[in-house]
């Protein structure tokens, strides 16, 4: 018996070439965004200090953890220079609104602009403000919240200011850890005006500032008072540990918080200095 052989149907064809070009432009997004996610980690790396600055009674350590799926990067930060002219320390840390690329390249000109204007003023408030202004003068879609301290070996003296950002986190040995709810301003490049107050502080004690990001105490199903909640139960627990043990205990938070953002971590771990 003679059989014929049977072609498909033309709409089946059409359908099989569509299906082949679909699967080939997603396989091409794909690699995009892969080289996309790359770059922006590769970035962020470059930017975040390689080392903290060591100074009498103070010993610093800072965290970073890439968010778990690997595409929420580019957006947390921190930074750590000498104020010129000065014995102090400049401490920052930050969360740029998106991610990706774009966030780590503005995340990049943060950094900068924080230096540059800290070179005029030590004052942590006015950092804040000249920086807010000249990311509004850039216009830039994109924001960030930073909290900055500046730190005086010489006086025992920490100078805070916040922009937007989550509150630090401290303890001592003659204070119980407590959420800093310091007043502040808004998020840097949002309002021009805006104005930071700033809160001064002896740490004539030992002890331990923390200043963190919300993806160390905020996650889809973990609300963000739990968290600083639990991260205020390990600094005052290990407030007179190393600073890069406090640290390392801090940042595992964010593994309990299911976090989809990326988190960081900044220790300030102080020996306390008499007035």
């Given at each position: 018996?003679?059989?014929?052989?049977?072609?498909?149907?033309?709409?089946?064809?059409?359908?099989?070439?569509?299906?082949?070009?679909?699967?080939?432009?997603?396989?091409?997004?794909?690699?995009?965004?892969?080289?996309?996610?790359?770059?922006?980690?590769?970035?962020?790396?470059?930017?975040?200090?390689?080392?903290?600055?060591?100074?009498?009674?103070?010993?610093?350590?800072?965290?970073?953890?890439?968010?778990?799926?690997?595409?929420?990067?580019?957006?947390?930060?921190?930074?750590?220079?000498?104020?010129?002219?000065?014995?102090?320390?400049?401490?920052?840390?930050?969360?740029?609104?998106?991610?990706?690329?774009?966030?780590?390249?503005?995340?990049?000109?943060?950094?900068?602009?924080?230096?540059?204007?800290?070179?005029?003023?030590?004052?942590?408030?006015?950092?804040?403000?000249?920086?807010?202004?000249?990311?509004?003068?850039?216009?830039?879609?994109?924001?960030?919240?930073?909290?900055?301290?500046?730190?005086?070996?010489?006086?025992?003296?920490?100078?805070?200011?916040?922009?937007?950002?989550?509150?630090?986190?401290?303890?001592?040995?003659?204070?119980?850890?407590?959420?800093?709810?310091?007043?502040?301003?808004?998020?840097?490049?949002?309002?021009?005006?805006?104005?930071?107050?700033?809160?001064?502080r002896l740490l004539t004690r030992a002890g331990a500032f923390v200043m963190i990001t919300d993806g160390v105490v905020e996650g889809p199903s973990y609300p963000i008072d739990r968290g600083l909640a639990e991260v205020s139960r390990l600094v005052g627990a290990g407030y007179d540990a190393d600073a890069e043990e406090l640290a390392a205990r801090v940042s595992r938070v964010a593994d309990r918080t299911g976090h989809c953002d990326d988190a960081a971590v900044l220790v300030l771990r102080h020996d306390g200095?008499?007035?």
């Amino acid at each position: 018996m003679n059989r014929r052989r049977t072609t498909p149907h033309r709409s089946t064809e059409e359908a099989l070439r569509s299906l082949g070009r679909l699967t080939a432009q997603i396989l091409e997004r794909i690699k995009l965004q892969q080289a996309r996610v790359e770059l922006a980690v590769a970035l962020q790396r470059q930017m975040l200090p390689a080392e903290l600055p060591a100074l009498p009674g103070l010993r610093a350590a800072a965290r970073y953890t890439p968010s778990r799926d690997g595409l929420d990067v580019g957006g947390d930060w921190y930074d750590a220079f000498p104020l010129p002219g000065t014995a102090s320390v400049g401490f920052a840390i930050g969360d740029v609104q998106g991610h990706d690329v774009e966030a780590a390249a503005f995340m990049g000109q943060v950094r900068t602009g924080l230096r540059a204007v800290a070179t005029a003023t030590g004052d942590p408030g006015e950092v804040l403000r000249g920086v807010n202004e000249l990311l509004i003068s850039m216009g830039s879609d994109l924001f960030t919240t930073c909290s900055f301290v500046c730190f005086d070996p010489v006086t025992g003296e920490l100078a805070c200011s916040r922009a937007g950002h989550v509150p630090a986190v401290r303890a001592s040995a003659d204070c119980p850890a407590e959420v800093v709810w310091d007043p502040g301003g808004l998020p840097l490049g949002i309002q021009a005006g805006e104005t930071y107050p700033v809160t001064r502080r002896l740490l004539t004690r030992a002890g331990a500032f923390v200043m963190i990001t919300d993806g160390v105490v905020e996650g889809p199903s973990y609300p963000i008072d739990r968290g600083l909640a639990e991260v205020s139960r390990l600094v005052g627990a290990g407030y007179d540990a190393d600073a890069e043990e406090l640290a390392a205990r801090v940042s595992r938070v964010a593994d309990r918080t299911g976090h989809c953002d990326d988190a960081a971590v900044l220790v300030l771990r102080h020996d306390g200095v008499r007035p």
